[in-house]
């Protein structure tokens, strides 16, 4: 259970005191609730994970390891391009969404993973979103999976990358009670992100602005 304390999180949740909305540019457009479906994965995206659950460490190459709840999945379609910078914009792509689902699960309650993929304007909102899933007293659980990922690169240190979500198979749950919100899959189950990424020195390729669009229609089975 993601809990309140002065680490990460809480420091830039303070810090943010005019954060952005998460509909603006950096953001997500919906709220734990809001269709209750795994959203963003958001993050982009977990159930709750035990007292026990092991909280991340350094990989071997020094980036924090995620693990996620048993009873989450997050599938991620076209990993492989032929172009390895495309591929490694996809691949820490992947690494944020999943260490938004952690920091939501409580399997990386510190958010160090969060603050790894994340800069500037989407580190803002993906805090944002975790702590309103914290005052929701909610986390998530089911399955997402993303497709049609395209990545346009604008620079050496610069890219653009779109794709799809898939939350027909998300929803959010109570930590207390454990009671999964299931809905009917409808348009709103499907949603289009648009992001922007910027390598850092370290050469890992960060989220620094994300702008999802649920229901459309170039997302829609």
């Known amino acids: 259970m993601i809990r309140r304390r002065p ?3 809480t420091a830039l949740t303070l810090t943010a005191a005019a954060a952005l909305t998460l509909s603006a540019c950096g953001g997500d ?3 734990p609730g809001d269709n209750d479906k795994i ?3 958001d993050t982009g995206t977990d159930p709750s994970a035990s007292p026990s659950s092991p909280a991340p460490s350094a990989a071997d190459d020094g980036r924090p390891k995620i693990e996620l709840p048993s009873d989450l999945k997050l599938v991620f ?3 492989e391009t032929g172009d390895p910078v495309k591929d490694a914009v996809l691949a820490d792509n992947a690494e944020r969404m999943r260490a938004v689902d952690a920091a ?3 399997t990386d309650p ?3 993973a969060l603050g790894f993929y994340n800069t500037g304007k989407a580190l803002t909102a993906a805090v944002s979103w975790v702590e309103q899933f914290e005052k929701a007293n909610a986390t998530l659980t089911g399955e997402a999976r993303y497709f049609d990922r395209k990545v346009t690169l604008k620079s050496d240190t610069s890219a653009v990358l779109t794709f799809c979500a898939d ?3 998300g929803f959010s749950k109570d930590k207390k009670t454990g009671k999964i919100a299931k809905t009917p899959v409808t348009k709103n189950s499907y949603v289009l992100y648009n992001t922007r990424l910027d390598k850092n020195s370290e050469g890992v390729w960060q989220t620094s602005q994300i702008i999802s669009t649920r229901g459309a229609a170039q997302c829609q089975p």
């Open 110 to 112: 510190e958010g160090k």
């Open 7 to 9: 680490t990460l999180l």
């Open 167 to 169: 939350e027909s198979k």
């Open 39 to 41: 959203a963003g994965a």
């Open 29 to 31: 457009d919906s709220a």
């Open 104 to 106: 939501i699960t409580g």
């Open 77 to 79: 379609e076209g990993t």
